[in-house]
T-cell receptor, first 115, second 113 residues
């Protein structure tokens, strides 16, 4: 398909487990974003990549959150020692360029539930 | 700090009725403004955006939005709602020269047959 894909779509983790969420952006898109969407809230920015470089990780809530995009394509968001407050939908978006004027195309999200 | 307010958490309209979803932003200059729609199980889809120029912006699916600088608002409108418009709608702002969206908390639209 031509859109952004994310896997898994649903993830249930026990508190303390590590999880890895995958994002496949649109081919050729330079920019990749991760957002966290808590229940009843709008998405909140987590981190931004331009190609393989992580240019902004100011939104990551703690050092348990780590993101990478080693080859400038697929990205993984890893959460270590998950906590209940990590339960949310994690959205990935890609964009052909880096500026705000470029449309961000969103994936369907991964719903993480931490028990 | 920049912020976006969507004062209506839920809105219910009858099919065929007109719709207006409110969005107010707080920012020192005119930011880039966006409306996205999120259907269940789907990703966010861009409806329309405003950067500059004509303050009435046309989008997809028959939606339009009007930028009013004096009111710091960017309200979304549709003259006649279809049942398929039932979804959650998010207003977002993005300061020029950056890449980050700041989203509102969303308005959930229910359409009555």
């Amino acid at each position: 398909g031509a859109g952004v894909s994310q896997s898994p779509r649903y993830k249930v983790a026990k508190r303390g487990q590590d999880v890895a969420l995958r994002c496949d952006p649109i081919s050729g898109h330079v920019s990749l974003f991760w957002y966290q969407q808590a229940l009843g809230q709008g998405p909140e920015f987590l981190t931004y990549f331009q190609n393989e470089a992580q240019l902004d990780k100011s939104g990551l809530p703690s050092d348990r959150f780590f993101a990478e995009r080693p080859e400038g394509s697929v990205s993984t968001l890893k959460i270590q020692r998950t906590q209940q407050e990590d339960s949310a939908v994690y959205l990935c978006a890609s964009s052909p360029g880096g500026g705000i004027e470029n449309e961000q195309f969103f994936g369907p999200g991964t719903r993480l539930t931490v028990l | 700090a920049q912020s976006v307010t969507q004062p209506d958490i839920h809105i219910t309209v009858s099919e065929g009725a007109s719709l207006e979803l409110r969005c107010n932003y707080s920012y020192g200059a005119t930011p880039y403004l966006f409306w996205y729609v999120q259907s269940p199980g789907q990703g966010l889809q861009l409806l329309l955006k405003y950067f500059s120029g004509d303050t009435l912006v046309q989008g997809i699916k028959g939606f339009e939005a009007e930028f009013k600088r004096s009111q710091s608002s960017f309200n979304l409108r549709k003259p006649s709602v279809h049942w398929s418009d039932a979804a959650e709608y998010f207003c977002a702002v993005g300061p020029s020269g950056t890449y980050k969206y700041i989203f509102g908390t969303g308005t959930r639209l229910k359409v009555l047959a």
